[in-house]
């Protein structure tokens, strides 16, 4: 059995101010104290008032949401190869009352799976496993083609998930609906995505013109032109 995750007696958690309170210690560090690894407490809430129980979720990562999509009734997909927290969810869900019925966990690193894994369409997609490069782009590429409606991206003081956030802001099909707490980004799908080569990449054609410290560069020209389809896609032009 696991240490203990809370002080508080067992007592059924019916909501997310219910899992704050109790404020479950899920993840451990480095020398092995338990501590919480959670999403802010803003990005929580933004969970708990999105997420509605006939959705199809999924997240890259597991602990204290994974909880709270448990206490959603999403129908969700958790991937992670985390399998001391994912039995230390479980313990903490069944000690609170917490259905985790119609959450499915996948025993497995996202970067091995998610290729291979087929998806149901899915309503909203948490990326905030390993933060690793390439694992935020991996994340988000193989999710990107089987989402709906919206996207939130995690951990964006952290360079790989910003150059993925950067990516998106300029890119047509996606719309940035602002940081849901201090590191989370929200962005909503607005087309179906399809991979492309980088001179349609508005961000990646005006990193490659930074990289090239050339003012003249002939990329130029496909960076403006990269910046019209942007703000096309956007519909202000
Ligand atoms: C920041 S924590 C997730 C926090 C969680 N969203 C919450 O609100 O408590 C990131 C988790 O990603 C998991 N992880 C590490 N590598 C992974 C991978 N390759 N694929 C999926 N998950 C991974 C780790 O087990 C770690 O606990």
């Known amino acids: 059995m696991n240490a203990p995750l809370t002080d508080s007696p067992p007592t059924p958690v019916q909501d997310l101010a219910g899992l704050l309170a109790r404020a479950p210690l899920l993840h451990e560090d480095g020398v092995g104290r338990l501590v919480s690894w959670a999403l802010s407490d803003q990005g929580l809430k933004f969970i708990d008032s999105t997420v509605q129980g006939e959705w199809a979720t999924l997240e890259t990562g597991e602990g204290v949401s994974t909880l709270l999509f448990g206490l959603k009734g999403a129908r969700h997909i958790c991937i992670t190869p985390n399998s001391l ?139 403006s032109k990269g910046k019209a389809v942007v703000t096309r896609g956007l519909g202000h032009g």
């Open 85 to 223: 927290v994912i039995e230390r969810i479980n313990e903490f869900a069944a000690g609170h009352s917490i259905s985790m019925d119609r959450v499915h966990f996948e025993v497995s690193p996202s970067d091995d799976l998610l290729p291979s894994l087929k998806l149901p369409d899915l309503d909203l997609v948490l990326i905030d496993g390993c933060h690793g490069f390439p694992v935020p782009y991996i994340d988000w590429y193989y999710t990107a083609g089987a989402l709906k409606i919206g996207g939130l991206l995690d951990d964006t003081q952290l360079w790989t998930v910003d150059v993925l956030r950067r990516f998106l802001l300029d890119e047509p099909e996606w719309e940035s609906r602002g940081l849901v707490g201090p590191r989370t980004a929200l962005f909503a799908k607005t087309a179906a995505v399809n991979p492309k080569e980088w001179v349609h990449q508005p961000y990646v054609v005006e990193m490659t013109v930074a990289l090239s410290g050339d003012r003249r560069s002939p990329m130029r020209k496909v960076l």
